[in-house]
Each structure stands twice: as C-alpha cells, then as structure tokens.
C-alpha cells in the first residue's frame, strides 16, 4: 500500500511568537522553522506501518513555498521514500490544500493519507476532514493509535468523553493525534540517504486548483495578557465574588 | 549562522539536539554527582549511538564510520558540548590515528573500535611531559624482534577502562640541524598484558563524570607489529590529530556557551529585583550583549577553521585561534552567567555551576590558551627569522 504523507512547514514550536507592528499576522522573517509535530507523528506512524509491512512506498508532500522542501527532506530522513512540493508563494487556507491534496492523490492513488491533526500555526484542525470530503472517502481523525488490516483500519480516536475505537474502509483519510507514537530523530546514515531521494516539484496551476483565499485577515494581535489571580479568605467570600464581580454564577 | 549550513547539516543539528535532550541531559546531575557514568547507561548510550550513526561519525563511511566532513563534525561537536563530557564520551569518536592501522591492525584495532566493540586510551601525556611534549620518558628498547615499554602516563581521559592504549614512546634519538631530537614511536599495547598497569586518576573538578586514567608499564613487551605507523614517526602522526582536536574543543565551548547564555536570559528576563527584571539593568544586559557577541564571534572563527580543514587550507593558527577565543568566551560566559544568576548560579539545584566548572577545563585541555598563544605567535614571527 501506498501511503501519502502531508508535511507542513511552520515556526518552531520552541519560538515565541510576535505579532507584526502593522497587526497584519505574525512575524515570520528570520524565524526557525519545522515541521508540524502533528505531522512529525503523521511520517512517523507511515514508517512504523512501512517496518510491519502494511506500507510498500511513503510520499511526504508539502505545500507552500520553496523552503517548505526542507520539511520534505526531514520527512526523507527519518524514512519516506520521495517527495512532492507544491510550490506557490499564495496564502494557503484549508480549502485550498485539501483541493491540492486531492489533486496529489487523484495522480498517485495512495491506500492511505496521514496528516496531522492540526497545524500548531493556525490551529484550523480542517484540512484532513475537507480533503475526505472531497475525496468522499471515510475519515479518522485525531487516532491515538492505528492498525490497517485486511482492507480496513481500526482506529482509536480521542474525543471529548473519552476514547472511541472505530473501523474505516480504506483508502481512508487519517489524522493524527500527540499520542499516536513518538517520532523518531532521522539518523545520520538517513540524513545522507535522504539527499539521494527524489522530490517532485509541482504548483497549483499545473493541479488545476485555484487557491485564492476565502477568508480575509483583517487584523492580528497578541492575546490579552492574562491577570494574576486572586486569593479570597472562605467558600463564602469566593460565591460573593463569583456572583456580584465575575457575574458568573 | 544557520544560512552558512546545508540541508543535511541543519537535519544533523537537529537530531543530535533531540538525541542530547532526551538520552544524555536527564543524567548530568547525577553522573556529576557519582564522578562516574554508570556501566549500563554508558551501554545504552553506546547502543543509541550506533543506531543513530552518531558514533565514529568521523571516520570514513568505507569502515562503517559516519564519514562527515570537518564542517558537520564541528556542529556535532558544538551540539554535544551542551552536555557533559562523561556522557557524550560514550559517543565515541575513536582516534582518527587508527586509521594509520595496517595489515591485521585493520581488524583487530581500526575496525572493532568503529562498532564500538573495542576502545582506545590516547596515552601520550605524562606527569613531566604535559605542553613540553618533548620530555617525554616513556622509553621502548627493541629486543629482537619485540620492544620492551617502560614509562607512565597521566591524564588519560576515558569515560570507561579501554581495551586497548595507542602508547607513544621514545625509540631512538636523532640528530637535526637544530640538535639532537627524541624520536617518537605509536603502539598499539593491549590492556591485560604483562606489566601494564591502569588506575583511576584522582577526582577533578570540571567534567566530573569523565574518568582519567594513570597508565604505568613496566617491561611491557609488544611484537615489532604493534607499531602503529612508522617507527619514529609517532607525533607526526598524532598531529593532524591534534590540530583538529583543537577545534571540537572550541565547538564543543561554543555549545556549552549557547547553553549559558540561554540560562543567562532566562533569568534575566524573569528574576525581579527593586520592581523590574533584571535584564532592564545596563548591568545584566550589556553582559548578555557582551556575550551573545563573542559566541558569535567564536562560532565564526571555530567555522573557518572547520571548513578550511575540509578545504585543505587549516594552518595551525586557524585551529589555534578558534580554540584560545572560544575556550576564554566560554570562561567568561560562564562568570557572567553565575553572576546573573546571583548566589543561585553557585547552587546545585541548577546546571550553572557544574558548566562553569566544566568550562575552566577548556583553557587547559588540548593545549593551554598559552601553546595556542605560543602556536599564535610562532605563525606571524617565524616569516621574519625571529
């Protein structure tokens, strides 16, 4: 089985980020970048299902600029065997790179997608649930753990109440979850091997997808900062408080 | 800096970031706080290691080696100079000096160490021959066909007991235009056999955890074949080794200097004294300017010295100058660093104390700042005769 890999490059989780003066996003100029750790866990778990043999080939694709090729060639490192770069300069929304994804898997009919669950970025938690959508194939999102069997994987998914087994037909769309497995750092005979795998270059226009953005950014700021609490002196004073400040209860 | 890196470079800092993080900084405090790594997690370090290449990452891929250039090995280093040298130590870098093996050395010396199943002492420093390498008093006298060793060394640093020693000793003395000269020749002298013997050096300071060894031989007997290279030829041969020891240690200061100085800001930012953080005081900030600074500086000069290596073109100055500057930057991140930090900077609590005794010994380790001073000096007078 083939299974397709969507990798995205955004900061570093470690980096603090800053709002740009003129409020328009975030600050991305001079800023570490890595790959997704969602979809850290996404290549992971493909190379896991590779070792146990359910997997013959893993395709890592990134979409955005051309830097997003490292992200590709991390993805090669720690054991995917090629590569497909969609390159555009053009904001993304989730629309749009679930429309390019499905346009990536009409040509290459893989068995299974992984992605991430989410983007630590924007946080959209959409594109694996759009791309199912249009590929009208079933989806199982946020799995904490998998397991392909026989034309179906079983997956164990984390929700609110707790945690859900389902079974999907595949091919199937697959998110990931933090507790899916820990990603492996690539090895250095993997770093080399990695040079020699082969990335594709392609771009919206040649998929025949218009990306343009559905939604407008009007205006990004910081969070307000959070005020330190308060210490009150009995259950008593803490309800009064609640109900004539707070106005909660 | 990042831009002066390839692709592969960056992966490779990236993974050995993540594997010093999760597999050698969770036993720092405590393999400092024993003098020693114990036996099972320097296996298991070991083991990591060879699973993820890290280990002979510098001898070439044709043996099994990792096979990196200068330029990729000084960022493994750096990477690794966060940590302690008692745990990075079982992330061995044998000897590139036992690539001089021939014949059924190849076998029973070169090849075993790159699999990590046999170890090397480097055993060229005595307790009268430490900068003065010269009076060296290990002796080898040719007895038919073997040669008798008698002599001790000092100093030899190992995070565990080596199987084997590349021992150099004086076999001869040869006259030079410039007098007569000890001629030098490397052995390779298994541990085990008669007459060698081996003790744990005492306890230092800095790098805690690393062991350093006392080597004696008394009638050591070895055959003619133990000779690692040519007879006579032994320092030339450690040399090159040498030289480019010279720049791990300065890419290892740079490491331990990133980490001090992420320490250093960390507090800075968050400790408050009379209502604000200390950071907004010129006192705290200019250090912290002062220190970013000469790390950057040093990293450069550790970067030009590495990629002339790869080049062809490293002098003895360039390995020299990267070592002196980073070795003295570490020194005074690491004084700023405790000073910031206040009376908590000198506590046990915290890592600040243990890097700043670490790094007093990267002013003495692999040549003093004052041999490279002395390398420095000899580079820009010995064009004018003096």
Known sequence: MKVLIAVKRVIDFNVKIRVKSDNSGIETANVKMSMNPFDEIAVEEAIRLKEAGTADELVAVSIGTAQSSETIRTALAMGADRGILVETDAELQPLAVAKLLKAIVDKENPGMVVVGKQAIDDDANQTGQMLAALLGWPQGTFASKLEPADGTATLVREVDDGLQTIQVKLPAVISTDLRLNEPRYASLPNIMKAKKKPIDTTTPDELGVDVTPRLETINVVEPPVREAGEIVADAAQLIDKLKNEAKVI | MDYLYTDEQRMLVSSIRAFVEQELRPHEAETDQLGYVPEELGKQIV?????????????????????????????????FGKTTYGLHGFVH???????????????????????????????????????????????????????????????????????????????????????????????????????????????????????????????????????????GKGLDLAGKWLKMGRVWVAAGCCGKAERLLGLAIEWAASRKQFGQPIGKFQGTSFKLADMATELRAADLLVMNAARKADLGIMEDDDAAMAKLFAAEMVGRVADNTVQIYGGM?????????????????????????????????????RPHGA
């Open chain 2, 345 to 381: 900077g000198l506590m046990e609590d915290l890592p600040v104390e243990r890097l700043w005794r670490d790094a007093r010994l990267d002013r003495i380790w692999d040549g003093t700042s004052e041999i490279q001073r002395h390398i420095i000096s000899r580079s820009l007078l």
């Open chain 2, 93 to 231: 870098r044998p000897s590139e000096i036992l690539m001089a093996c021939e014949g059924d050395q190849i076998e029973e010396y070169l090849l075993p160490c790159v699999r990590a199943e046999r170890k090397e002492f480097f055993a060229l420093t005595e307790p009268g021959a430490g900068s003065d390498i010269m009076s060296m008093q290990t002796r080898a006298e040719r007895d038919g066909d073997d040669w008798i060793i008698n002599g001790s060394k000092h100093f030899i640093s190992s995070p565990v007991q080596a199987d084997f020693a590349i021992l150099f000793a004086i076999t001869g003395i040869e006259e030079t235009p410039r007098g007569p000269r000890k001629q030098v020749t490397a052995f390779l002298v298994d541990t085990g056999l008669e007459g060698f013997a081996i003790e744990r050096g005492p306890r230092c300071a800095a790098q805690r955890a690393y062991r350093t060894f006392q080597l004696s031989f008394d009638n050591v007997r070895v055959p003619h074949g133990k000779i690692l290279g040519e007879e």
């Open chain 2, 47 to 79: 083991k990591k290691a060879l699973e993820m290449g890290f280990y002979a990452a510098n001898l070439p891929e044709e043996i099994g080696g990792g096979g990196l250039d200068y330029a990729s090995l000084a960022l493994m280093e750096r990477e």
